[in-house]
């Protein structure tokens, strides 16, 4: 075997490797691009499942099939800070599309932290729905932020609410972050969740009979 064959051999070796090490490098890209694009995904569809609910329930804020049972609007919302809210509604249900006409309460609260010790991700929270003495209903889709802020009238933030009924409240500002609860490589930045926020009157119970 002479050198110009060694030096074709050693030439092939250092090729084959080049070719290998791109090829793996291409694989794990291909890899983490999908993982990505598909946490964006789920991201994506959690925020929308979050922010429908919360909708749907903040549209009924003061609502009740017999109206005569809500009869001032000022008194719907008997709870109110920067986290949590509870109200008086009327929940529907299949048998009862427009409600029963009975006032029921509504809360909505998110947890710490610390109870989310099966997801990798530090900032996520369970997402709490309470009705009446029920048993708090939790919702485990990556949310890291649920903050309302509150408005009166003239549109301006509520900063020292009253310890009980009438708050006050004319339009709430809801403010919903959610990541990924599993983010590749443990990214779990700022740039990779995905952000909600509107300001609304929060019922039209609020003012209309």
């Known amino acids: 075997m002479g050198f110009s064959t060694l030096l074709d051999i050693m030439g092939s070796v250092l090729g084959g490797g080049i070719l290998l090490l791109i090829l793996l490098r291409m694989n794990a890209t291909a890899i983490q691009n999908n993982y990505e694009y598909s946490g964006e995904r789920i991201v994506q569809q959690n925020l929308v499942e979050v922010v429908n609910l919360i909708e749907y329930d903040f549209r009924k804020i003061g609502y009740c099939?017999?109206?005569?049972?809500?009869?001032?609007?000022?008194?719907?919302?008997?709870?109110?800070?920067?986290?949590?809210?509870?109200?008086?509604?009327?929940?529907?249900t299949p048998n009862n599309p427009y409600g029963d006409g009975v006032v029921d309460t509504l809360k909505y609260y998110v947890?710490?932290?610390?109870?989310?010790?099966?997801?990798?991700?530090?900032?996520?929270?369970?997402?709490?729905?309470?009705?009446?003495?029920?048993?708090?209903?939790?919702?485990?889709?990556?949310?890291?932020?649920?903050?309302?802020?509150?408005?009166?009238?003239?549109?301006?933030?509520?900063?020292?609410?009253?310890?009980?009924p009438?708050?006050?409240?004319?339009?709430?500002?809801?403010?919903?972050?959610?990541?990924?609860?599993a983010a590749y490589d443990n990214n779990y930045s700022t740039d990779n969740r995905a952000i909600w926020r509107q300001v609304r009157l929060a019922s039209r119970n609020f003012k209309l009979r």
């Open 65 to 92: 099939n017999d109206w005569t049972k809500t009869p001032d609007p000022s008194l719907a919302i008997i709870h109110a800070d920067s986290n949590s809210i509870s109200f008086l509604t009327d929940i529907v």
């Open 166 to 181: 009438p708050f006050g409240i004319a339009s709430i500002q809801i403010d919903v972050a959610v990541e990924n609860p």
């Open 111 to 164: 947890g710490p932290t610390s109870e989310l010790t099966n997801t990798p991700n530090p900032n996520d929270r369970i997402l709490y729905r309470v009705i009446n003495h029920n048993a708090p209903v939790g919702a485990n889709l990556g949310v890291t932020q649920f903050k309302l802020t509150f408005l009166n009238s003239a549109g301006v933030k509520i900063t020292n609410m009253p310890a009980n």
